[in-house]
């Protein structure tokens, strides 16, 4: 998965991806999954739900969410700027859906086909793959029920601390500085962390440092030193333990696996 971490205005992603796991995060594009194959756990603000085969989730701008695969899961995940779209722009910045997760591929079966074209175009011709999208948002767009855009979760030390850490991730990080910036007690923010996020303060900001660093590995041919470094780790060992324990092998046969977006037959 390839979260932003930035205020990109042009952004466009779209990938095959397969037992997707990663903690409650938010940022200024919009998320789009389809579910080809098993179920994945979906949470978005405070609604969760298990979505299955020809389900999707829908997550507007700064909307904090999260994946959980407790067992197999193969979809297509779009990520892509409000601009991609530019017939649903205010829609995305103005709105929220009042339920993110949707059963219209139940429904029409032109919707497996528009995200595998979607798909396919997204390596070759971002042009058209972006017109698959915007045929797919046409496709859910009205039978979703759309609220004026709610501000009182910003007021949430939940979506307080997965801003900020969002954004200052790659900076040197404690909890200590953490409840200093945010005037709140580090225990009772460490306690936050655990029953609402479901991990430690450090499990969390380490997720985030390796995901970026793996997306660097794949995107890049920058040296692994210089990647560790950009992505906030103190010292390469400590960037190569979490990373074997996160991707099940080292930086360097990481970058030897990553294939260009796989075949869907």
Known sequence: ???????????????????????????????????????????????????RKNEAALIFPDMVHSYLCTDFCRSILCIFSPACAKEYYHMFR???????????????????????????????????SEAWLNLILAFLVPGTLLLPR??????????????YISQHFQ?????ESLADHLHFNKYYISRVFTQKLRCSFYEYVNRLRLDYAAGRLRDTDLHITHIWQEAGFESQKTFNRNFLSCYHMTPSQYRRTQTPTESLR
């Open 171 to 175: 900076e040197p990080l404690t909890l």
């Open 1 to 51: 998965m390839r979260p932003f971490y930035q205020n990109k205005q042009d952004e466009f992603q779209c990938s095959l991806t397969r037992d997707i796991t990663f903690p409650a995060h938010l940022h200024s594009a919009v998320e789009l999954i389809y579910i080809l194959e098993g179920s994945l756990e979906v949470m978005v603000q405070n609604q969760t739900k298990k979505i």
């Open 150 to 163: 709610d501000s009182r979760d910003n007021s949430d030390i939940s979506y307080q601390l997965i801003s």
């Open 94 to 128: 103005r709105q929220q859906p009042e339920c993110p997760f949707l059963s219209a591929g139940v429904q029409n079966p032109d919707l497996l086909l528009a995200f595998r074209k979607m798909l396919h175009y997204a390596e070759t011709s971002r042009p058209v």
